[in-house]
């Protein structure tokens, strides 16, 4: 397979309602779209999931445009690749920049695997027709996160998920278990807490949460180990988590019992299904965790989390719980609490080019 050009779509799309966390409100989703071009004329479509400033991770899209434009497309255009899985070899060189290496490693997994007439859960082995559907709660006040909740638990979500910081932490948690008793409940801190908080953290034992996520610092696995030694809840880490040795150094210190794969974080597709292995030998549970993704970076998700060892729901919710109108059809859909595994080519979904055009802001062509 030969790449003959890649063009790059730079889109702002609204969400239907802000989306809290304690390091920032997220109101306008800024996004970059792949489009990768074969001999054949076929498309490929990748996403990356950096965000407009740096509170996630060091990417922005200013970054990664940058990144991708300069540096890693000229090392994709017009060389042959026989399989994705020789993408990160070609973008060895350049140093981290993960969420834009992973969409355009994406874009290349969505056109082979359309030249090759396999779904791209199939590509990746996965095994589940369907998936379980979780989802994110944001930090607003109490009676306001209580009724997002009800409606999720309504819609079938089987997992939710809520965010949390000091001051804003054990008190919404109570009230969620009054109401919730029994709910599959998780709490993600965004790194808000230090391990001076040790004893405040531990009072989090008494809610029965599946996890506790990224309590600490975004590039620790340390502190985290000595935190879960004192905690009876599982540690998730997810930002300190950005490649498979991270993991695999996470896992022999004890810093986590559960881990949180996202694709763009780790670079793509391929270290993605290295993590899902090393996890599964070990007996690690895993979950695919959420970007604010429009449906292009949602369908790669839903390919990823088909494979076994995803054996907790994900951050994947239905379309229409982040916007008005996607930038795919059909939108992604959940019911009864599950997600069909597209069957089709590559993602399984086309994308909307109305609708892409209407979210654009710019593109640009490489052909070179």
Known sequence: MILCQVTLHHVRMTLKTPFANSLTTVTDRE???????????????????????????????GTAWHVMKDFLIPRLLHTPLQHP????????????????KAALEGA????????????????????????????????????????????????????????????????????????????????????????????????????????IEQPLAADDIVDHARLQAELATPICLDESLQSFEDVRKALELGSCRIVNVKVGRVGGLTEAKRIHDLCQ??????????????????????????????????????????????????????????????????IGFEVDRERLQAASLYSQVFTC
Not at 39 to 45: I, K, L, N, V
Not at 317 to 332: F, G, M, Q
Request: net charge negative; hydrophobic share 40%.
């Open 31 to 61: 996004l970059i779209l792949v489009e990768a071009e074969d001999e054949a004329g076929r498309s490929g479509w990748g996403e990356c999931v950096a965000f407009s400033s740096p509170w996630y991770t060091e990417e922005t899209i």
């Open 85 to 100: 899985g020789e993408v990160p070899e070609r973008f060895r060189p350049v140093r981290r920049h993960p969420m834009a």
């Open 108 to 211: 290349v997994w969505d056109l082979w695997c359309k030249a090759q007439g396999l779904s791209l859960a199939g590509a990746l082995g996965g095994t589940r027709a369907r998936i379980e559907a979780g989802v994110a709660v944001g930090a607003a006040d109490p009676d306001c996160m209580l009724e997002t909740i009800r409606q999720r638990v309504e819609e079938g979500y089987r997992r939710v998920k809520v965010k949390v910081k000091p001051g804003a932490d054990v008190e919404v948690l109570e009230r969620i278990r009054e109401v919730f008793p029994e709910l599959p409940l998780m709490a993600d801190a965004n790194s808000a807490y230090t391990l001076k908080d040790l004893e405040h953290l531990k009072r989090m034992d008494t809610f029965n949460l599946l996890m």
């Open 281 to 346: 030998t070990k007996g690690i549970p895993l979950w695919c965790g959420g970007m604010l993704e429009s449906g292009i970076a949602r369908a790669h998700n839903i390919a990823l989390a088909s494979l076994e060892g995803f054996n907790l729901p994900g951050d994947i919710s239905a379309s229409n719980r982040y916007w008005e109108r996607d930038l795919i059809h059909p939108e992604v859909t959940v019911e009864e609490g599950r997600i069909a595994v597209p069957e089709g080519p590559g």
